[in-house]
């Protein structure tokens, strides 16, 4: 699976989150595969509120438009964002495709 790839009218997005960070940030980890480091805690749902507050201002869409269907307790997460295609994600993230991997989320280290 791929870490951004169009499905069925929208994008999966696959990443990885770091909660309790010192800063907000989309990257891409030296293994390709999407990071996402956001300040709130990992408590009470607030890194997943904080994590679709950072990718809807990150590719400028709704927060309504991204939604989190797998991961939910878990550091890595499956987002489906609506309205844009897996190309204008990459633009917006500023990542090339061949900078990301194919692989899942998981460490593999």
Excluded: W
């Excluded at 190309?87 to 460490?107: M, N, P, S, W």
């Amino acid at each position: 699976m791929k870490t951004i790839e169009d499905k069925d009218g929208q994008v999966v997005l696959r990443l990885r989150v770091q909660p309790g960070a010192s800063q907000n940030a989309v990257t891409v980890h030296s293994d390709g595969r999407l990071r996402a480091a956001v300040t709130a805690p990992a408590a009470e749902g607030a890194a997943n509120e904080a994590l679709i507050a950072l990718l809807a201002k990150t590719l400028r869409v709704p927060k309504s438009s991204v939604l989190l269907v797998r991961g939910r307790t878990s550091r890595d997460k499956v987002l489906y964002i609506k309205y844009l295609t897996a190309a204008h994600i990459r633009t917006r993230l500023g990542v090339d495709e061949k900078d990301l991997g194919k692989g899942g989320t998981r460490d593999r280290t």
